[in-house]
C-alpha cells in the first residue's frame, strides 16, 4: 500500500503541474484546451533535444543526471512557454475574435493531433530516456522504495508550487492574472490589459506543463502519446480540484495521481486511464463546482 | 477497368458508412451545438454491439446469437443510445465544454475496454466474420459491394430524409433557438437540458448504427479501428461540407474521405518502407490543416447553414439587420 501511495504522489507531482494550466485557460480562456498535454510532449522532447546538446556535468548523488540537467528543464520550459504563445497568435487569437466560441475547442482538438504527429515526424514514434543510466530505488520507509530522481520530482513540484503562490499573492502580476480569473469585465475596468493576461496564462501554464512533461519523462519514458494520454487525468484533476482554482488542480492533481495508483491493488492495471475520467464524473455529477471551485 | 469500378465502389461504401456518422453528429453539433468528440466512442459500441447480436459463435468471446442483420442494426442503435443518456445526464446541464470532456473520456474508456475485456470483445485480435446481408444471394466480392453499396445510399437517403423533417419541425426549431439563445428559449417554456439530451442521444444512435454498418462492411472490427483520430475525421468531414446542413455533411464525408484515401496511397507509393509511420504523420498534419484553415477562413463550410427567417421577420424586419 505505501508503494503505491508513493507511486500516486509522483504521478500526482506531473498531473498538478499539468493541471494548474488547463484549469487556468479554462478559466481565463474560457475553452478547454485539449492541445494542452502535447505542451508536457513538447516540453519533455525540447528537454531530450537539449540533453543531447548541452552537457549534464558529472551526475549528482544518486541522481541520473547533473547540475546541467537544471539548466535543460528552465530551457525546455522557455521554449515550450514560445510554443504556446505561436499556437495562441496562429490559430486561437483569430478564432477567440469569430462569433463561434466553441471554434476554440475544436481548434484545440485538432491543433493536439498535428501536434502529436509533429513529434512523431521529428522524433520517431518510438519511446525515449533522457539517461540510460539505472536509477536504484532506496527504501525510505518499511515496504516503500523510490528513486533519488523520483524525490527530486517531488520536491522540485512543491517548490514550484510554493514559487506559483507567491506570484498570485505576493506579485502585481499575480493578482492581476486573479482578478481577470475571478471576473473579466470587472478587471478590465479596473485598467488591466487583458491581453497581457492571456499572454500570461500561455507563459505560465505553458512552462509548468514543460516541466511536468520533462517530470513524466525523468520518472517514466518520453514518448509521442504522453501527452495525450495524460489529458484525460489532468482535465479530471482540474474539474475535481474546482475549475479555475490553482490550488484546486494542484490538490484534484494528487488525488488523481493517488487513485489512480492505489486502484491498481483491485482494478487491473489496464484500466488506470478509466480510473480518473471515473471519478471526475462522479464528481460531475454530485458535485459539479469541484472541492475547491467557486459556488455559483 | 473493373478493378478502378471496384474500387470506386468500395471507397464509396465506406465514405457513405462516415456520412452517416457525419449526420449524427451534424443534429449534435450543427443543429444543437452540442461539442460531442467521443463520436469514436458510440461507432466502437454500436459495431461490437452489432458483431455480438448479429456475429458467428466466437471461440474466446461473447457472440453466436446469430440475430438477423435488422435486429443487430437494432441493437446498436439502443446500445449507443444508452450510453449516450449515460453521458448526457450530468454534463447537458453544464458548460458546453464539459460535454467535450466526457465524452472523449468515455471513448478513452470504452476503446480500453475493447481492447482489455477480452470475453466481451475478443481483445486486440478483435471480432472477425461479421456479416453483411444478403450474402447468400451474391457470389463475386464486386456483386456483394454493389449489394452493400445499394443498402449505404438506402440508409443514407432514410436519415438524410428522417432528420430533415426533424430540424424542420418544431422540435428542430427549438433545437435551434437553444443553440442561439438558451435564455430566450427557456424563458418560453422550453427545458435546454431535455431538448440537448433528446438530440445527444437521437445523434449517438445514428452514430452507433454507421459503427455497425461499418462492421458489417469490413467484417472485421479490432480496438485499434477507433482511435481519436476516427473522430477527428468525422469532425473534419461535418466543418469542411458545412456543419447546420445535412447535404454539407455528406458532401464533407466523401471530400474528406477521398483527401485522405488519397494521401494516404500516396505517402505509400512515394515514401520507403522505413518512413511510412512519417507518412502517416504527413496526413494528419495534412488532414488537421485542412481543419484549421477551413475554421479560420470558412467556418460555414463548403455549402453552410441555410438562413431561415421567419415571414414575420422578413415584413416587419426594414431598417433592421
Redesign the interface.
Known amino acids: 500500500m505505501g508503494q503505491y501511495i508513493a507511486d500516486g504522489i509522483i504521478l500526482g507531482a506531473t498531473l498538478s503541474l499539468g493541471a494548474i494550466g488547463l484549469t487556468l485557460t479554462?478559466n481565463i480562456l474560457r475553452?478547454?484546451n485539449?492541445a494542452h498535454g502535447e505542451l508536457l510532449t513538447f516540453g519533455a522532447y525540447f528537454a531530450l533535444a537539449l540533453a543531447g546538446v548541452l552537457s549534464f556535468g558529472p551526475t549528482l548523488g544518486s541522481l541520473t543526471f547533473g547540475w546541467g540537467f537544471i539548466l535543460v528543464i528552465v530551457l525546455a520550459a522557455v521554449l515550450t512557454a514560445g510554443l504556446a504563445l505561436f499556437v495562441d497568435w496562429l490559430?486561437y487569437r483569430?478564432?477567440r475574435r469569430?462569433d463561434?466560441a466553441?471554434?476554440l475547442?475544436?481548434?484545440s482538438?485538432?491543433?493536439s493531433?498535428?501536434l502529436r504527429?509533429?513529434v512523431?515526424?521529428i522524433w520517431?514514434?518510438q519511446p525515449e530516456y533522457y539517461s540510460r543510466t539505472i536509477s536504484i530505488a532506496q527504501p525510505i520507509l518499511p515496504g516503500v522504495r523510490v528513486t533519488a530522481d523520483e524525490i527530486f520530482v517531488v520536491v522540485l513540484a512543491a517548490v514550484l508550487m510554493v514559487g506559483l503562490h507567491l506570484f498570485l499573492t505576493r506579485t502585481r502580476m499575480g493578482k492581476a492574472m486573479r482578478a481577470v480569473s475571478d471576473n473579466v469585465l470587472l478587471a478590465q475596468v479596473t485598467g488591466i490589459n487583458v491581453h497581457n493576461i492571456i499572454r500570461l496564462v500561455w507563459i505560465v501554464g505553458g512552462s509548468l506543463a514543460a516541466i511536468g512533461g520533462v517530470f513524466y519523462g525523468i520518472t517514466v519514458q518520453v514518448g509521442p502519446n504522453m501527452g495525450?494520454n495524460l489529458i484525460?487525468p489532468m482535465?479530471?484533476s482540474a474539474?475535481l480540484g474546482g475549475i479555475g482554482s490553482v490550488y484546486g488542480a494542484v490538490l484534484g492533481g494528487m488525488v488523481i495521481g493517488l487513485a489512480e495508483s492505489v486502484s491498481t491493488i483491485w482494478i487491473?492495471p489496464?484500466?488506470k486511464?478509466?480510473v480518473g475520467?471515473?471519478l471526475?464524473?462522479l464528481m460531475?455529477?454530485l458535485y459539479?463546482s469541484g472541492l475547491l471551485g467557486e459556488r455559483s | 477497368m473493373t478493378g478502378l469500378a471496384s474500387y470506386l465502389v468500395f471507397f464509396l461504401i465506406q465514405a457513405l458508412v462516415y456520412s452517416v456518422v457525419a449526420l449524427g453528429l451534424n443534429l449534435q453539433w450543427g443543429y444543437t451545438g452540442l461539442f460531442n468528440i467521443g463520436v469514436a466512442g458510440f461507432f466502437l459500441v454500436g459495431g461490437y454491439t452489432f458483431a455480438i447480436l448479429s456475429g458467428p459463435a466466437y471461440s474466446t468471446h461473447l457472440g453466436g446469437f446469430g440475430l438477423p442483420f435488422v435486429v443487430g442494426l437494432g441493437g446498436a442503435i439502443l446500445a449507443s443510445a444508452l450510453v449516450a443518456w449515460v453521458v448526457g445526464l450530468p454534463t447537458l446541464r453544464l458548460r458546453e465544454d464539459y460535454l467535450a470532456i466526457a465524452t472523449i473520456g468515455i471513448a478513452v474508456t470504452l476503446q480500453l475496454v475493447a481492447l482489455n475485456a477480452r470475453g466481451l470483445t475478443g481483445g486486440s485480435r478483435g471480432a472477425e466474420s461479421i456479416p453483411r446481408p444478403f450474402e447468400h444471394f451474391t457470389h463475386t466480392s464486386l456483386a456483394s459491394n454493389i449489394v452493400f453499396l445499394v443498402l449505404m445510399v438506402v440508409v443514407v437517403l432514410l436519415i438524410y430524409y428522417a432528420l430533415e423533417a426533424m430540424v424542420r419541425s418544431p422540435w428542430g426549431r427549438v433545437l435551434k433557438a437553444i443553440r442561439e439563445d438558451e435564455a430566450a428559449a427557456s424563458s418560453l417554456g422550453k427545458s435546454p437540458f431535455r431538448f440537448r439530451l433528446q438530440s445527444f442521444v437521437i445523434g449517438s444512435a445514428i452514430m452507433g448504427l454507421g459503427g455497425a454498418l461499418n462492421a458489417s462492411f469490413i467484417g472485421f472490427i479490432a480496438p485499434t479501428d477507433f482511435l481519436p483520430i476516427l473522430t477527428f475525421e468525422i469532425w473534419a468531414m461535418l466543418i469542411v461540407g458545412g456543419s447546420g446542413n445535412n447535404r454539407g455533411a455528406i458532401l464533407g464525408s466523401v471530400l474528406v474521405w477521398a483527401l485522405w484515401t488519397g494521401t494516404g496511397s500516396l505517402t505509400q507509393a512515394v515514401l520507403p518502407s522505413g518512413l511510412q509511420v512519417k507518412g502517416g504523420a504527413v496526413q494528419i498534419i495534412l488532414i488537421g490543416l485542412v481543419l484549421m484553415v477551413m475554421l479560420v477562413l470558412r467556418p460555414r463550410g463548403l455549402i453552410g447553414e441555410e438562413a431561415v427567417v421567419s415571414r414575420e421577420a422578413e415584413l416587419g424586419g426594414e431598417g433592421r439587420g
Open positions: 479554462f475553452f478547454a485539449f490559430v483569430i478564432l469569430s463561434v466553441v471554434a475547442v475544436i481548434a482538438f485538432g491543433a493531433l498535428m504527429n509533429v512523431v515526424l520517431g514514434p495525450f484525460l482535465f479530471a474539474i487491473d489496464a484500466y486511464p478509466a475520467f471515473a471526475m464524473f460531475l455529477l459539479p
